[in-house]
C-alpha cells in the first residue's frame, strides 16, 4: 500500500512515488509536521510489506508502532526514532485517531490481497487514503465537512489511481486491487493480473476503473481553494500531479500490467500551469 503523499520529502527509496511531494512549498512551520506523519507512514509502510517476512511477524511489528502512539496519548517519551511526531502531535494536537487508521489499514494488508467489490475498496480507502488529508486539514486548521468531505474524495482517488498505476507491481507481492466484480464485468479474471495476461479485458477494466477515479477526484476540486496559503497550492499541485497520472493510464488504454506510468520532469510545468494559472473551479 502507498498511502496518500504528504507534502514533505520523500526517502530516498521511495523516490519512485508519482504524487508530488512539494516540499519546497509547504509552509516552513509545518513542515516538521508533515514530515514525521510521512515518515510515520513509510515506517508502517516498510513493515506491511517487508519481503520475506510472514504476515504474522509484520502484525506484530506494525503492534510496536501502535504501542508509539499509545505511549505518546499518554504523555510518555517515546524511543528516539519517533521523537519527531511526538513533537508535532504536541506542538499542534494532532489527533492520533487517523495514525491508527493508517495501522489499521497496513494491517489489513498483511491478510487482505483481494477485493470483491468497489465497496470493500472504497472502505480500505477510507484507512489508508483519508486520514492523511484530514491530518493535513488539521495542520492548516481547516475543519468543516464539506472540506473533509472533499479531502476524503481528493485521497481516496488518488490511492485508487496509484492501485491502476501499480498494478503490474502489486501482482508480483502477490497483490490485487482491482475489484472482482469490476474484472468479471469486462471478462476478465484475478488470474489475468497474477499470471501477467495482458488481455483487452484487463486493460477495459482499469481504464474503466480509472475513469471511475477521475471522476471521484472532480469531487474535491474545490478544496485547495479554501485551503489557506502555499498549502493550498501544494494540494492544487497534489491533485493534478494524480491526474496527469490517471491521463498517462488512459493514454496507455489501460496497459498498467507491464508497464508503469510515472510523472517525468517534463510534466511539471503541466502541472505548475494547470495550478497556478489555470485552477479549476470552485464548486
Known sequence: MNPTVAPGVAPERHRQENFPVAGWLCPPALRPAVLAIYRFARRADDMADEGEVDPATRRLQLETLRGVLHAIDEGRAPEPLHADLAAAVAAHRLPLAPMHALLDAFVQDTHIDRY????????????????????MLHLVGVSDERALAESDAICT??????????????RLKPR????????????????????????????????????????????????????????GLVVRLVVEGGLRVGEKIQAMDGATLHQRPQLRAWDLPRLLWRALLHPRPAA
Not at 482517488?157 to 502489486?170: C, R
Open 116 to 135: 470483491a467489490s468497489r465497496e470493500e475498496l472504497l472502505a480500505y480507502c477510507r484507512l489508508s487514503a483519508n486520514p492523511v488529508g484530514r491530518l
Open 176 to 231: 490485487v486491487y482491482l475489484p472482482l466484480e469490476d474484472l468479471q464485468a469486462h471478462g476478465a479474471c484475478i488470474d489475468d493480473v497474477l499470471e501477467g495476461r495482458d488481455t483487452p479485458a484487463l486493460r477495459a477494466t482499469v481504464c474503466k476503473l480509472n475513469a471511475w477515479a477521475m471522476d471521484l477526484m472532480q469531487q474535491g476540486a474545490a478544496l485547495p481553494h479554501r485551503v489557506p496559503g502555499r498549502f
Open 157 to 170: 482517488a488518488l490511492q485508487l489511481i496509484n492501485h491502476w498505476q501499480d498494478v503490474g507491481v502489486d
